[in-house]
């Protein structure tokens, strides 16, 4: 299963067309996806109308709903964060140590466009949805 980010989210729904982007357009309704929690406070806080907001609250919750934290999670994303400082990688969101912990913890690929997750992929094994 694929969770995808914020940063693919608010990309899709400004209509910003990025690789992720045009690949979530691509499974939307094909394959089975799924957003976190924080993910979905992210995305909806984002929008200015009330018309844009319930349109994408109800797509959002057409997708398996990940609860990101708990305390296994979270101190696992503790471990993860010293394991990349250690390396001399300095995350700068909590939020994301979280997010792609949860996906290496439910062996989820993540769909992302923000750049603060590729350390994860290279020294700590998440696994990217882009081919």
Known sequence: MILVDS???????RGVVTPQAERLDTLLGKEPLAVGDLIVTEVLQG????????????????LVLVEIGGERVAVQAARNFRALRSRGV????TIDTLIATRCMEGRLALLYSDRDFDPFVEHLGLRSAMP
Do not use: C, N, P
């Open 90 to 93: 300095t995350m700068r969101k």
């Open 47 to 62: 929008f200015a109308s009330d018309r844009d907001f319930e349109r994408a609250r109800r797509l959002l919750a057409t």
């Open 7 to 13: 940063s693919v989210w608010i990309d899709y729904f």
